[in-house]
């Protein structure tokens, strides 16, 4: 007599409810992955206004009696495309600085959109024109006012 033979493998509802569980995953895991691509992208911006910070910071620290620039003044703006991802970097007198996004994160929560850079020189004071001669203690990161960039797609260091 011979012994009947057992298949091996996956039924037709196993790989179903795999295949199920996969799509699932997916649903969920690319909405996120998108918005990590944003984040990425974002960080070029504030990576882009580098150049105005170590400017202010010098500026301030070796400026003498009040003679401060003006906004816009401070040799570090520019505007039309600096990056693929920074349309323009723009200061004002204190030395903050307004960067504004270009069109090309298809998101209309980062698009054209501000993140603001404000120097301080204690953890909670700003920097202003009476402040020369100081050092900056740090620059805060955050959206602007108004039309600024969505606060989940701002880098960790913005937070």
């Known amino acids: 007599m ?45 990576l882009a206004a580098s150049q105005c910070r170590t400017a202010i910071a010098e500026t301030y620290q070796s400026v003498i009696d009040s003679d401060l620039p003006d906004g816009g003044d401070w040799g570090c703006e520019g505007s039309g495309g600096l990056t693929k991802y920074v349309d323009s970097i723009e200061t004002d007198s204190s030395g903050v600085i307004t960067v504004t996004t270009s069109g090309s994160f298809n998101d209309s929560g980062a698009d054209s959109k501000t993140i603001v850079l404000t120097p301080y020189y204690t953890d ?35 937070k």
């Open 2 to 46: 011979q012994k009947a033979r057992k298949q091996g493998g996956f039924t037709l509802i196993e790989l179903m409810i795999v295949i199920a569980i996969i799509g699932i995953l997916a649903a969920v895991a690319l909405p996120a992955y998108n918005q990590y691509i944003i984040k990425s992208k974002m960080s070029e911006a504030i």
């Open 124 to 158: 909670t004071t700003k920097m202003s024109s009476s402040n020369w001669g100081k050092q900056i203690f740090k620059f805060k990161c955050a959206a602007g006012s108004g039309d600024g960039v969505d606060a989940k797609f701002l880098p960790g260091s913005c």
